[in-house]
């Protein structure tokens, strides 16, 4: 069975700049997934973790087969193709407050949080999801992962007057130049990607510097983050986020993902420990991008 190991962990800023939080694991084939579990079962047990509600969401998606040619055939430019709808289910379990949501797919689980505390508590609740999945979807246990990766999202703006280049660490983040404008949008955006790999662990960290003018729609999550409406999670921001934006100050969202790939094992094995050492990598990441005046304005405890 899954072991929830408990770790110390505190909050480090009052006023964080966290949008949301994500934990995921990726597996390599779970076969007949939507049809060997009960759904009702699984979401009544998470019930005690907080999950009142559930959505269904069908993806649907095309699978092409190029079946065999004759040698007629290929000469003549004939191509034999067998073309499948595919619907996959995917479940949505969410709280009432609709913070937290955990997306149950064919090939993955993710857990994403809105209203972060601490690690030591999102992964506890990651590791509590498993362990009911476990009781509720045979195989999952013994399942051998590909991926597991967790991902902070930051937004990172001003306090009013105040240049959000002050928060950032110039070893990080690119020169204010503008490379791309939409007249769409309304937003002249900057944006710079490192990747770099450290004891068998890789990290990407997308930074996008937004300079919002009159009109601007704001981009807040990343479209792989984004959901629809229906299950769509509830952001929360530091105090001052509304005084930034209402008087169009640059902000920033960095976005930092730490995942493996590889000797992964199995859920059985307590895969998700792994998470730590991922969590770790972020924190580190996201030291060296930030100032001592973000820290210290972040800190505050009045928000002021």
Same mark, same amino acid.
């Given at each position: 069975?899954?072991?929830?190991?408990?770790?110390?962990?505190?909050?480090?800023?009052?006023?964080?700049?966290?949008?949301?939080?994500?934990?995921?694991?990726?597996?390599?084939?779970?076969?007949?997934? *939507?049809?060997? $579990?009960?759904? *009702?079962?699984?979401?009544?047990?998470?019930? @005690?973790?907080?999950?009142?509600?559930?959505?269904?969401?069908?993806?649907?998606?095309?699978?092409?087969?190029?079946?065999?040619?004759?040698? +007629?055939?290929?000469?003549?430019?004939?191509?034999?193709?067998?073309?499948?709808?595919?619907?996959?289910?995917?479940?949505?379990?969410?709280?009432? *407050?609709?913070?937290?949501?955990?997306?149950?797919?064919?090939?993955?689980?993710?857990?994403?949080?809105?209203?972060?505390?601490?690690?030591?508590?999102?992964?506890?609740?990651?590791?509590?999801?498993?362990?009911?999945?476990? @009781?509720?979807?045979?195989?999952?246990?013994?399942?051998?992962? +590909?991926?597991?990766?967790?991902?902070?999202?930051?937004?990172?703006?001003?306090?009013?007057?105040?240049?959000?280049?002050?928060?950032?660490?110039?070893?990080?983040?690119?020169?204010?130049? $503008?490379?791309?404008?939409?007249?769409?949008?309304?937003?002249?955006?900057?944006?710079?990607?490192?990747? /770099?790999?450290?004891?068998?662990?890789?990290?990407?960290?997308?930074?996008?510097? $937004? /300079?919002?003018? !009159?009109?601007?729609?704001?981009?807040?999550?990343?479209?792989?983050?984004?959901?629809?409406?229906?299950?769509?999670?509830?952001?929360?921001?530091?105090?001052?986020?509304?005084?930034?934006?209402?008087?169009?100050?640059?902000?920033?969202?960095?976005?930092?993902?730490?995942?493996?790939?590889?000797?992964?094992?199995?859920?059985?094995? !307590?895969?998700?420990?792994?998470?730590?050492?991922?969590?770790?990598?972020?924190?580190?990441? $996201?030291?060296?991008?930030?100032?001592?005046?973000?820290?210290?304005?972040?800190?505050?405890?009045?928000?002021?």
């Amino acid at each position: 069975m899954i072991k929830v190991i408990k770790t110390e962990d505190s909050k480090p800023y009052k006023n964080v700049p966290l949008v949301m939080a994500v934990i995921d694991i990726s597996f390599s084939e779970l076969p007949n997934f *939507e049809k060997k $579990f009960d759904i *009702e079962e699984l979401a009544e047990s998470l019930f @005690k973790l907080g999950f009142t509600e559930k959505e269904k969401i069908n993806l649907n998606g095309l699978e092409v087969r190029i079946e065999d040619r004759s040698d +007629k055939d290929y000469s003549q430019g004939v191509s034999h193709t067998n073309t499948n709808h595919i619907t996959r289910t995917h479940w949505v379990l969410l709280n009432h *407050e609709r913070t937290t949501a955990l997306h149950i797919l064919s090939d993955k689980i993710i857990l994403k949080v809105t209203d972060y505390t601490t690690f030591k508590n999102f992964k506890e609740l990651f590791e509590k999801c498993l362990m009911e999945c476990s @009781k509720n979807i045979p195989l999952l246990e013994s399942a051998h992962a +590909k991926r597991i990766g967790v991902r902070y999202l930051d937004l990172i703006a001003p306090k009013l007057n105040v240049d959000v280049n002050e928060y950032l660490g110039k070893e990080w983040h690119a020169p204010s130049s $503008f490379i791309s404008k939409s007249e769409s949008r309304k937003l002249l955006v900057n944006k710079t990607t490192q990747f /770099y790999e450290d004891d068998n662990v890789k990290v990407k960290l997308d930074s996008t510097q $937004f /300079y919002p003018s !009159n009109g601007a729609n704001i981009g807040i999550v990343p479209d792989d983050l984004a959901d629809d409406e229906r299950i769509a999670l509830k952001i929360k921001f530091v105090p001052w986020i509304a005084d930034s934006m209402d008087n169009k100050q640059s902000y920033v969202l960095l976005d930092i993902d730490a995942f493996k790939e590889d000797n992964l094992g199995t859920v059985g094995n !307590n895969l998700v420990e792994i998470a730590s050492d991922l969590r770790d990598k972020v924190r580190v990441s $996201f030291k060296d991008y930030i100032t001592d005046k973000a820290e210290k304005d972040w800190s505050n405890k009045h928000g002021k």
